[in-house]
């Protein structure tokens, strides 16, 4: 394996992180952005009022991502396997 085949597996494997960890990350950031708002809004400044929602959207949004991201993982890992045992 050269180099240049290391370099395009190590980007690969850092563009499967990131399609990985988008979906949770964004819904995360949204509901933290309207939690923001509604405590903008209405002067509540709770520091608690943050952490149930975001936990509450981060844990649905694993359940329903969680097949995108293990069939995203293990087409990944098939991938490299392919290329571990592909002759050189």
């Given at each position: 394996m050269n180099e240049l085949a290391v370099i395009d597996v190590g980007r690969e494997a850092l563009y499967v992180i990131l399609k990985i960890a988008a979906p949770v990350m964004l819904?995360?950031?949204?509901?933290?952005?309207v939690?923001?708002?509604?405590?903008?809004l209405t002067t509540i400044q709770e520091m608690t009022l943050t952490f149930v929602p975001k936990?509450?959207?981060?844990?649905?949004s694993?359940?329903?991502?969680l097949p995108f991201m293990i069939a995203t993982l293990?087409?990944?890992?098939?991938?490299?396997?392919h290329l571990i045992v592909a002759p050189q």
């Open positions: 819904a995360g950031m949204a509901i933290g952005l939690v923001a708002l509604f405590q903008a936990i509450l959207v981060i844990f649905v694993m359940i329903l991502f293990v087409e990944f890992t098939h991938d490299l396997f």
